[in-house]
Antibody, heavy 126, light 107 residues
Framework: QVQLRESGPGLVKPSQTLSLTCAVS??????????WSWVRQSPGKGLEWIGY??????????HYNPALNSRATISGDTSKNSISLILSSVTAADTAVYYC???????????????WGRGTLVTVSS | EILLTQSPATLSLSPGERATLSCRAS??????LAWFQQKPGQAPRLLMS???TRATGIPARFSGSGSGTDFTLTISSLEPEDFAIYYC?????????FGGGTRVEIK
């Protein structure tokens, strides 16, 4: 079973950039069957899908939640078998637990969030 | 985006009782409504990948129904490990969205 382990700074100052990494074990981020999402959970806004990345042969595909106003960037490092999230210009509203998730497009043609990492807490505060 | 409204916010029941949780969508999501269970300190776990399809390894006491805009998750007889928060999530439209959750607590 795939293992997903999120890591990050824990504390970020307002207006700075948040950077998180998801280390993937027992699968490859290049596996074309899967797309790798970030979801966050905060007391104020609940669960919020941020975006995903997938590796279709020869290129990356990304898709984002427009509510993040283009502040989020998801990328992959195939040499380290990891996925990263960068979130710019953070505010206190970005305080949340951030989860890395392996998902796939099933026979219905819709994307399913299947395997979740344990999450990492990020607090935005000066 | 599609809004999902879950009710009730809290359900107080005893072990062995039947739990009925509701999720209403602001527009049709066909049957592509998933359910997750979350316990304290843990990530959400996929229970139902669609309105009535249990995910791998999920016990048969969990069942789901509905289509269009109204959905129900039923736990036929609550086990001690079932007391948790349950979220619905639609996967028809982008962005993916979640409901606010129903807490099932021990009465």
């Amino acid at each position: 079973q795939v293992q997903l382990r999120e890591s990050g700074p824990g504390l970020v100052k307002p207006s700075q950039t948040l950077s998180l990494t998801c280390a993937v074990s027992d699968d490859s981020v290049k596996n074309a069957q899967f797309y790798w999402s970030w979801v966050r959970q905060s007391p104020g806004k609940g669960l919020e899908w941020i975006g995903y990345i997938g590796y279709i042969p020869s290129s990356e595909r990304t898709h984002y939640n427009p509510a993040l106003n283009s502040r989020a960037t998801i990328s992959g490092d195939t040499s380290k078998n990891s996925i990263s999230l960068i979130l710019s210009s953070v505010t206190a509203a970005d305080t949340a637990v951030y989860y890395c998730i392996r998902g796939h497009y099933d026979s219905s043609g819709y994307y399913s969030l299947d395997q979740w990492g344990r999450g990492t807490l990020v607090t935005v505060s000066s | 985006e599609i809004l999902l409204t879950q009710s009730p916010a809290t359900l107080s029941l005893s072990p062995g009782e039947r739990a009925t949780l509701s999720c209403r969508a602001s527009q049709s999501v066909n049957s592509y409504l998933a359910w997750f269970q979350q316990k304290p300190g843990q990530a959400p776990r996929l229970l139902m990948s669609d309105a009535s399809t249990r995910a791998t390894g999920i016990p048969a006491r969990f069942s789901g129904s509905g289509s269009g805009t109204d959905f129900t998750l039923t736990i036929s007889s609550l086990e001690p490990e079932d007391f948790a928060i349950y979220y619905c999530q639609q996967r028809t439209n982008w962005p993916l969205t979640f409901g606010g959750g129903t807490r099932v607590e021990i009465k």
